[in-house]
């Protein structure tokens, strides 16, 4: 059993950067895909970013190519989303996810067996 907790979300304006972090317990973090997903209000949850259990491989949604680094750090079990450009409609509650599937990196939210409770993102204009 994984469990995710996220953190690092806020109020920023447009155009503006956050972190988010997202820390996992167990000793099996680095057998895991790592992935970020969003939901805003009113609308189904979106695949932002996905990381390899190496992190040498990435993918990103188009929507934040560019704007967004996934990254994670094995040692310390923490998988982190580096935003910058923030623009109003990146505004969702952010959630990270954690999958056994054995490829190198998972795009779709069906695939993740774990997830944490989300953090909130709020961008003004």
């Known amino acids: 059993q994984v469990q995710l907790v996220e953190s690092g979300g806020g109020l920023v304006q447009a155009g503006g950067s956050l972190k988010l972090s997202c820390a996992a317990s167990?000793?099996?973090?680095?057998?895991?895909?790592m992935g970020w997903f969003r939901q805003a209000p009113g609308k189904g949850r979106e695949f932002v970013s996905t990381?390899?259990?190496?992190?040498?491989?990435?993918n990103y949604a188009n929507s934040v190519k560019d704007r967004f680094t996934i990254s994670r750090d094995n040692a310390g079990n923490t998988v982190y989303l580096q935003m910058n450009s923030l623009k109003p409609e990146d505004t969702a509650v952010y959630y990270c996810?954690?999958?056994?599937?054995?490829?190198?990196?998972?795009?779709?939210?069906?695939?993740?067996?774990?997830w944490g409770q989300g953090t909130q993102v709020t961008v003004s204009s």
């Open positions: 167990g000793r099996t973090f680095s057998s895991h895909v």
């Open positions: 996810a954690g999958s056994v599937r054995l490829k190198a990196t998972v795009r779709d939210a069906g695939e993740y067996n774990y």
């Open positions: 990381i390899s259990r190496s992190g040498a491989i990435t």
